[in-house]
């Protein structure tokens, strides 16, 4: 069940009014039940995995918390990792190990006994299965203390807003919000749908308009070069923005409309002055996951300089693992560990430079640094948009073929009306990428709704029902796509 479907809006609505007619304390087994009824409508079957990924990190946590024994807690803390990421190696990355030994053992002349296969992966396997370690680990910690219900702790899990894309919670944050008393609020409310409302321009106006000139440039690169693969590329960095960013302001608004609050998963990543302010920015409940679970427990930065380089790299080339079971996500990943060493590195020779060139904190300089952050992550959304590193390896070279000819008006005429897209369509999908740009500067100290809310109400009024608008006339419905973050 897409959230940019019709039978998402009917099953929010139902739920929504039973959620409010039902006393409090049964609230969170409507929640539940429609959790289930939200992932089974893709895959019923798919639904056990869930069951026994919550089962499973249920036991464990018990377990561990009612355990004297440190030897019995570490224990069931690595079962309980075990075979949670045990299911997930099975379903996400045995194939990927598979091809890559039988490309070995192709390369050394060794014959190899397993053919390729395929294994179906199930939606949003990668954050649930996240959300449900991150638990069982705070509770090894004695962050938070065990959920006694095992259908409570499983809510926490399916919550349907946030199931299969995000934002990863954690259990302290979400758990008691839904042991709340919470009466419905017409402002709650409002807020909700105007921030569903911006997550529904993101989504169906720029990132599935966009969607269609970059699969038809990144589906068949060898048939395009130059300006083709450089717009194709912009505008894959600004389809994936939208399209990831649009799945959590959905989520974040329809959650606020039933009282509960998710995290902010973006916040404005494309104005970032640095890699590393990019991912204080972008995917920010996975970017603290990898903190907190992994960085930090590797000693982070408080050990010595290459240690720190390695546990750099590491978390960057597992988060591009996380992203996908292909070579090109972990590339991507790599790229932005580079990025994130050659920047400490050159910290002090930087500053130096700003210092004596009186740069520090000019207009300038700060667009200088957005623009050049913006060129290496749209270098790096090269791999990870690619279907292969050959295809992404013709990119690169064919980047800035015929660059002599960018200044000619027919050139541009002519690439923005190959890529699938008419020119009227193609201009649209740019005057919906200016318009998304002018929102979130405006946004840049509060959420665009909060800022309206304090605004004349004829203002706060006619922008809602321009977005509106925006959304009925220029919104991609005979070509809905599912989120790109599904199939992670």
């Not at 090109?328 to 400490?344: A, E, N, P, R, S």
């Not at 005429?413 to 200016?434: D, H, K, P, T």
Request: a positive charge; one cysteine or more; charged letters at 15%.
């Amino acid at each position: 069940m897409l959230f940019n479907s019709i039978e998402f809006i009917i099953f929010f609505t139902v739920i929504t009014l039973l959620y409010y007619i039902l006393p409090y304390r049964l609230r969170w087994i409507l929640l539940l039940i429609s959790s289930y009824i939200f992932y089974m409508a893709w895959k019923p079957i798919y639904i056990l995995l869930i069951i026994l990924c919550c089962f499973v990190n249920y036991i464990g946590a018990l377990i561990v918390h009612k355990s004297n024994s440190r030897k019995v807690r570490k224990i069931s803390l690595i079962l309980s990792l075990s075979i949670s990421f045990g299911v997930l190696i099975f379903y996400k990355y045995l194939p990927f190990i598979n091809d890559t030994l039988i490309t070995l053992a192709n390369y050394l002349n060794f014959n190899y006994p397993v053919e390729s296969f395929d294994v179906f992966l199930p939606m949003g396997i990668s954050f649930y299965t996240f959300q449900t370690l991150s638990y069982t680990i705070d509770v090894y910690r004695e962050e938070i203390e065990p959920e006694k219900n095992f259908f409570k702790l499983s809510l926490y899990v399916t919550f349907f807003p946030q199931l299969v894309a995000g934002p990863i919670e954690r259990a302290d944050r979400l758990l008691p919000q839904f042991e709340k008393e919470v009466s419905f609020d017409i402002e709650r409310t409002l807020d909700g749908i105007k921030i569903a409302l911006l997550g529904y321009f993101k989504k169906v106006v720029v990132a599935d308009r966009l969607a269609i000139a970059v699969d038809t440039v990144y589906n068949s690169p060898q048939d395009f070069s130059g300006i083709y693969l450089v717009i194709a590329t912009v505008l894959f960095a600004f389809q994936i923005y939208c399209d990831f960013s649009g799945y959590s302001d959905i989520a974040i608004g329809t959650a606020k409309i039933l009282g509960i609050d998710l995290m902010q998963n973006f916040k404005r990543p494309y104005f970032s002055k640095g890699i590393k302010e990019f991912w204080r920015r972008w995917h920010i409940s996975l970017s603290t996951w990898f903190k907190d679970y992994l960085y930090i427990p590797l000693g982070g930065n408080r050990v010595s300089r290459a240690r720190y380089y390695f546990n750099t790299m590491l978390v960057f080339l597992v988060s591009g693992l996380w992203h996908g079971a292909n070579w090109t996500f972990v590339i991507w990943g790599g790229l932005h560990g580079i990025y994130q060493i050659i920047g400490t590195t050159t910290y002090k020779y930087r500053k130096k430079i700003k210092s004596v060139l009186r740069l520090e904190g000019s207009f300038l300089w700060k667009v200088i640094q957005v623009l050049f952050t913006f060129i290496l992550v749209c270098f790096a959304w090269i791999f990870f948009r690619a279907n292969s590193i050959s295809d992404a390896v013709y990119i690169v070279k064919n980047l800035f073929v015929d660059i002599g000819r960018w200044r000619e008006i027919e050139y541009l005429y002519a690439a923005s009306n190959n890529m699938g897209l008419s020119f009227f369509e193609f201009l649209l999908g740019l005057a919906s990428i200016v318009f998304l740009i002018f929102i979130e500067f405006l946004s840049r100290r509060k959420p665009i709704h909060v800022l309206l809310n304090s605004s004349n109400f004829l203002i706060e009024g006619s922008f809602y029902m321009v977005l509106i608008l925006i959304i009925l006339t220029m919104g991609v419905f005979f070509n809905a796509s599912q989120f790109i973050y599904f199939q992670f």
